[in-house]
């Protein structure tokens, strides 16, 4: 059973551009969450996604971020128009509905120029 | 607003003896929490859940307790070795499957042989 997949696990971006990163569940599971790290910081939440549903977009910003999961294939983080302040690791998690327990991918590291 | 606090210094402990994390919360009353170790350039590794109504959780050289009382979850690692060097998350889960989970910023621990 494959772990939790994102790609890119790199990302360089020149301001303005815009940033796409993926991530692809545990099999099985329907629960999927993106977080933001800062170095030396901890994990910042961004939003909780269910298939076809976002059910709390609490920490992500209003603008320029916007996240999916569709009913087929990864769940999408998508930033519009980075700035150099988007520059971290975005984590992404997964779940099954039946346990707590989130399960982390590598992390997609973006740099923006 | 809810607050996790995390030993702020690094920890540095000869090899052999017991590790102990600290994790303190505050304005919260979680269902569960969660320890976690994340190494360099990696996501976060699961390691132990424990809940509310319980005191104390082992697993293999790993010892968790939480105080509900005092807002406090002790993480201890026995007969500690040069490979457990890494940081370690605490995270506070709710009772709602769509609670989000909030993370400490970690603790930096090194292991010296």
């Known amino acids: 059973n494959a772990g939790v997949m994102q790609n890119p696990r790199h990302l360089v971006r020149r301001r303005g551009q815009e940033a796409r990163l993926r991530c692809s569940p545990m099999?099985?599971?329907?629960?999927v969450y993106w977080y933001r790290q800062l170095p030396e910081e901890g994990l910042k939440f961004m939003v909780y996604?269910?298939?076809?549903?976002?059910?709390?977009e609490s920490g992500m910003p209003k603008e320029r971020f916007s996240a999916e999961f569709p009913k087929e294939g990864p769940s999408i983080l998508r930033i519009q128009q980075v700035v150099r302040g988007d520059s971290a690791a975005y984590f992404c998690?997964?779940?099954?509905?039946?346990?707590?327990?989130?399960?982390f991918g590598p992390g997609t590291r973006l740099t923006v120029l | 607003s809810q607050k996790i606090e995390q030993n702020s210094e690094a920890l540095n402990i000869q090899e052999g003896k017991t590790a102990t994390l600290t994790c303190n919360y505050t304005?919260?009353?979680?269902?569960?929490l969660q320890w976690y170790r994340q190494d360099p350039g990696r996501g976060p590794v699961f390691l132990l859940l424990?809940?509310?109504?319980?005191k104390e959780k082992r697993k293999e050289r790993l010892k968790v307790t939480f105080d509900t009382t005092l807002k406090q979850s002790l993480f201890h690692i026995t007969a500690s070795q040069p490979a457990d060097s890494a940081t370690y998350l605490c995270?506070?889960?709710?009772?709602?499957?769509?609670?989000?989970?909030?993370f400490g910023s970690g603790t930096r621990l090194s292991i010296r042989p």
């Open positions: 996604l269910q298939k076809e549903n976002i059910i709390d």
């Open positions: 304005n919260y009353s979680p269902a569960y």
């Open positions: 424990i809940r509310e109504n319980e």
């Open positions: 995270a506070l889960g709710g009772y709602s499957s769509a609670s989000k989970i909030i």
């Open positions: 998690a997964s779940a099954n509905t039946d346990t707590d327990t989130q399960y």
């Open positions: 099999k099985g599971h329907s629960h």
